[in-house]
């Protein structure tokens, strides 16, 4: 089992609570941000259950309590755009914080995120080059937030054709812009999945997810 450790960084002012894991094998590790969705972590498990399964691939997982910068314990829908900023803040300076830890590879880092998660994930990796891989499960096309002239790094698309909250249409509105921009993807839609995996879809998505991570962060080191 991975190792597990609770720290913090400091963002706009707050306290920003991160938990770590972190299976052993020689550091550096190439790094991971694991950004969750708009539930937030109390009382679900299944963030840290990735967390520990990522880690156990061979990555120091960094999941980032975002919410603390605006106070929440889940997203509010009726200010959700108003603190898209706020909390994209809160992972670039998690990404400065995370690139000085000395058990962490300041040029392998990638971002796996979760519905909200996912899209702060597209927005702050199109604006900074330290990430090198992203995983995005089931995330909003940010409106916005992606600036015509950004570079996105390599990028994998995971989403339920069934989606309620978060249409498909998001999925291929950011496989266009990723074939725009000729950026190595790879997309993959569970046509009887809705916002959130089960079953035999959750554990390809997730086979599908750590192998990716591996070709873009691990190949070659």
Do not use: C
Not at 81 to 99: G, H, I, R
Not at 114 to 124: C, D, K, Q, R, Y
Not at 140 to 161: F, K, N, V, Y
Request: glycine fraction near 10%; avoid cysteine.
């Amino acid at each position: 089992m991975p190792t597990e450790q609770r720290q913090t960084f400091r963002s706009g002012g707050k306290t920003i609570a991160v938990e770590t894991f972190r299976a052993g094998g020689p550091s550096p590790l190439p790094a991971v941000l694991m950004l969750h969705g708009a539930d937030g972590l109390s009382g679900h498990g299944q963030y840290r259950e990735g967390a520990r399964g990522v880690a156990a691939a061979g990555f120091q997982v960094y999941l980032v309590h975002y919410l603390d910068r605006t106070g929440e314990r889940r997203a509010s829908f009726g200010t959700l755009f108003q603190n898209f900023q706020p909390w994209m803040d809160t992972v670039q300076d998690a990404l400065a914080w995370v690139a000085q830890h000395a058990s962490a590879d300041p040029n392998r880092i990638g971002i796996v995120g979760i519905s909200l998660g996912a899209a702060l994930g597209l927005a702050v990796a199109s604006t900074d080059p330290r990430i090198k891989a992203l995983v995005n499960y089931f995330g909003p096309l940010p409106q916005g937030a992606i600036a015509r002239d950004a570079r996105l790094p390599p990028t994998l698309i995971l989403h339920g054709g069934m989606d309620p909250i978060v249409p498909v249409s998001n999925a291929y509105a950011i496989e266009a812009l990723l074939r725009q921009q000729a950026v190595p993807h790879e997309v993959k839609i569970y046509p009887d999945q809705a916002h959130g995996f089960r079953g035999e879809a959750e554990r390809d998505a997730t086979r599908r997810s750590l192998a990716f991570l591996q070709r873009h962060l691990t190949a070659g080191a």
